[in-house]
């Protein structure tokens, strides 16, 4: 069954620290796309790509970078942590098609003290 | 660009009661709808996707409308109940110059009081 795999599903990371999430998708989807969600704040989208090798800058792409080495692969990539970065991470994936929905994956929970 | 805004943010409403949640977007060009339900602490999961060429659709108890003159699509969860409780959000893709990318509303919390 297609899918989106996040890993981990939730990580705890000191201040300073590197934390890299990442993100599988088996949909063949050429589009993948990474969320934070924070109570009033919605789905903020912070980086995304249209296919191997390319990222994109989303809304608030600050102190985030983002990896796509294959189709099926995404990472995000917290480079030096802060605490202001604790929040619950979605990867999702969908068609380069205007009428295409995404598939979300489960979500990953960082907490960063 | 294109943006959207959902109301009410918050939303409590009795078993069998019904609920109506509102997406109102600014680009007369949208063309592709989607809701999607997020359950407390899972995934969005897509609840329904419309087309600008269709106006009224609905789901097991729920109907979406979507009114292109007001700019505006609602979802209407007809005598709702507890399993209905969740996050539900709106998102609207452009049809000019589109990659595929949504627009995503700020999202609705509904509880369904038993």
């Known amino acids: 069954e297609a899918a989106v795999t996040q890993s981990p599903r939730n990580k705890v990371a000191v201040t300073g620290g590197k934390v890299t999430l990442s993100c599988n998708q088996t949909n063949n989807h050429n589009n993948m796309y990474w969320y934070r969600q924070d109570t009033g704040h919605g789905l903020r989208l912070i980086h995304y790509?249209?296919?191997?090798?390319?990222?994109e800058k989303g809304d608030i792409p600050d102190g985030y970078k983002a990896s796509r080495p294959s189709q099926e692969n995404f990472s995000l990539i917290l480079e030096l942590a802060t605490p202001s970065q604790t929040s619950v991470y979605f990867c999702a994936s969908g068609r380069d098609s205007a009428n295409s929905d995404y598939t979300f994956g489960s979500g990953t929970r960082l907490l960063v003290i | 660009g294109e943006q959207v805004e959902q109301r009410p943010p918050h939303l409590s409403v009795r078993e069998g009661d019904s609920a109506v949640i509102t997406c109102t977007y600014t680009d007369p060009n949208s063309y592709y709808f989607f809701w999607y339900k997020q359950e407390p602490g899972a995934s969005l999961q897509l609840l329904m996707k419309?087309?600008?060429?269709?106006e009224i659709n609905e789901g097991q108890g729920f109907t979406v409308l979507l009114n292109k003159k007001d700019k505006r699509l609602s979802l209407n969860l007809t005598a709702a109940h507890p399993g209905d409780s969740a996050a539900y959000f709106c998102a609207v893709t452009p049809i000019t110059g589109n990659t595929g990318k949504l627009i995503f509303g700020l999202g609705t919390t509904l509880q369904v009081q038993p």
């Open positions: 790509s249209y296919g191997a090798g390319s990222t």
């Open positions: 419309v087309f600008s060429s269709t």
